[in-house]
């Protein structure tokens, strides 16, 4: 099984919200940082929020700013991405990612895990 997966992806409309999960499997997530990214075709990734093991959140500065809610299930080892009033230029495919620390650090060097990736494609 791998270590992370997201979920939750999938074609929704302008405006509309969805919600993406990531599930940590042989590890606990509250004892890890974990990042939300995501990528564009033909673009640079892009950093969107941190959830720290102390429960910080940090959203970056970036086109989803103030759009983004993030939250941890302890129970059920998974992190979640609320995202709203998305638009067309939000279409990427959307990671997660973890590293054993207690602090949020920028950049896309140094973790543990990474997931998958899961598709968000926003279209009317």
């Known amino acids: 099984q791998l270590p992370l997966v997201e979920s939750g992806g999938g074609l929704v409309q302008p405006g509309g919200s969805l919600r993406l999960a990531c599930s940590a499997s042989?590890?606990?997530?509250?004892?890890?940082?974990i990042t939300w990214f995501r990528q564009a075709p033909g673009k640079e990734r892009e950093e969107i929020s941190c959830l720290s093991p102390g429960g910080g959140i940090y959203n970056y500065a970036g086109p989803l700013f103030g759009r983004t809610t993030s939250s941890r299930d302890n129970a059920e080892n998974t992190m979640y991405l609320q995202m709203n009033s998305l638009k067309p230029e939000d279409t990427a495919i959307y990671y997660c990612?973890?590293?054993?620390?207690?602090?949020?650090?920028?950049?896309?060097?140094?973790?543990?895990?990474w997931g998958q990736g899961t598709q968000v494609t926003v279209s009317s």
């Open positions: 990612a973890a590293r054993r620390a207690r602090l949020c650090q920028r950049g896309s060097e140094g973790y543990d895990f």
């Open positions: 042989g590890f606990t997530l509250v004892d890890y940082t």
